[in-house]
């Protein structure tokens, strides 16, 4: 992660979009070659040999999971639904109802190419919720897995499930600054994938903390995750819950 600008559009000029035609081939490419080998996995375009998974992430998850019923999951900026796939051995035992909001671009692939039929695609949050209340499901979590720092408007999206009544949120394997200041950047991907550049917001830790109080979504357990180290930075993993006044 380098530089400090004052918002996204400032960066824009330096950066890929997620959006852009070059990143939705890689990440197509990335899943056809995952998903004809069964030793490898892969993440927003990216091939790993390793999962990487948070056993104490997953243990959390499966509490708020029930056996006996449907349980519905919303997971923004999910991408080709990258999560579940990758810990399917955990969590394929539940009924599952996977609901991925991204950009448009991977809504079309994703539905072209995941063959499950318990995994959705939505543009926006008002569609997903659209969705959520003709089936009668009740959303057990909304997951955002290392995604927030891509957001623009993460505010009025934590705002909006507020207004939905989501009780739970997790936060997963999201980069912070320990003790600087929220600031603008750009993340640098190396050059073996694709090398390409990204904007980010890096959310000071507790002001991160903090945004979530705002909504009444309070710290329930912060948990470490794996990342590379990057200056005053360190990957967290985040369980908030919702207190109703």
Partial sequence: ??????????????????????????VHNAFEI????????????????????????????????????KNCVIDYGGSLANFIRNNINYLGKYNLVWIVIDNKKICLLGKKIIKNNN?????????????????????????????????RNFEKILKKLSFLKVQNIIVERQPVLKSKDTKYAIQKVPFWVGGYSYAVKLYNSQKLVNLFMKYNFFLNKKINSFGNQFK???YKSYIFKKKWS
Avoid: W
Avoid at 44 to 54: A, F, M, R, S, V
């Fill in 1 to 26: 992660f380098k530089g400090n600008f004052k918002n996204f559009d400032e960066i824009n000029y330096y950066t890929t979009n997620y959006d852009s035609n070059k990143i939705i081939k890689k």
């Fill in 34 to 69: 995952s998903n004809r080998n069964t030793n490898l996995i892969d993440r927003d375009g990216e091939i790993l040999k390793t999962k990487n998974q948070n056993f104490e992430m997953l243990t959390e998850i499966i509490n708020f999971l029930d056996k006996s019923k």
């Fill in 119 to 151: 995994i959705y695609f939505f543009e926006d949050l008002d569609n997903a919720n659209k969705f959520i209340l003709a089936k009668d499901l009740k959303v057990k979590f909304c997951l955002f897995g290392s995604s927030i720092q891509y957001i």
């Fill in 232 to 234: 005053d930075g360190e």
